[in-house]
């Protein structure tokens, strides 16, 4: 069986990443000179979203590959899906995912201080 890959080469994790590269831009943001109040305080939130999404695909990574191992793991599968949907949507511990940290990211983009 042949996998052929979809996407655009440019993953999640690791250096030039697009968490990286988010967190990256999320500083450099907040860090300048004519940076608002409102573009540090979501900044802020952005970085701890992005953190939070960081931490989650790489436990992700870990359970794909113990699923490759064992297909038919359905416990492995189940934390796959809800570790999924924490990723998207935050696991209602005040800890946003990618839902979240997109709105802080827009929030940021605001022309008002």
Known sequence: M???????GF?????????????????LAATQSDSSA??????????TTLENIREWVSRLDQLAINLAQNPFDQATLQQIRALCDQVLNGNGNKQGGAN?????????AQLNS
């Open 2 to 8: 042949q996998i052929a890959q979809a996407g655009d």
């Open 38 to 47: 409102t573009i540090k305080q979501h900044a802020e939130q952005a970085r």
């Open 11 to 27: 993953g999640l994790v690791g250096a030039g990443a697009y968490i990286e590269m988010s967190l990256m831009h999320v500083s």
């Open 100 to 108: 979240a940290s997109y709105s802080y990211g827009q929030l940021m």
